[in-house]
């Protein structure tokens, strides 16, 4: 959940991950916008990274709250 629009926040998590982990790593993770709302929105990334994306995520500004992981995008439109 976020409080911005949705293109902003994905490039402040890419951006954040680049601070805190290079950019090597963050083309790694693989980083996209799957699909948006108001105030949700799905984002995906690699599997190998993400503990360094939860990590991101928590340490983004402004505050992005993760509602919940799954391996797939109808897990998640249930939530």
Do not use: W, Y
């Amino acid at each position: 959940m976020h409080g911005g629009q949705a293109v902003d926040i994905v490039n402040s998590i890419v951006k954040r991950h680049a601070e805190l982990f290079g950019s090597v790593a963050t083309e790694r993770a693989g980083i996209r916008m799957m699909r948006s709302s108001d105030t949700m929105t799905i984002i995906k990334c690699r599997l190998e990274q993400l503990d360094s994306v939860l990590a991101t995520i928590a340490l983004t500004d402004p505050p992005v709250l993760t509602l919940g992981t799954s391996g797939s995008i109808k897990q998640l439109t249930k939530i």
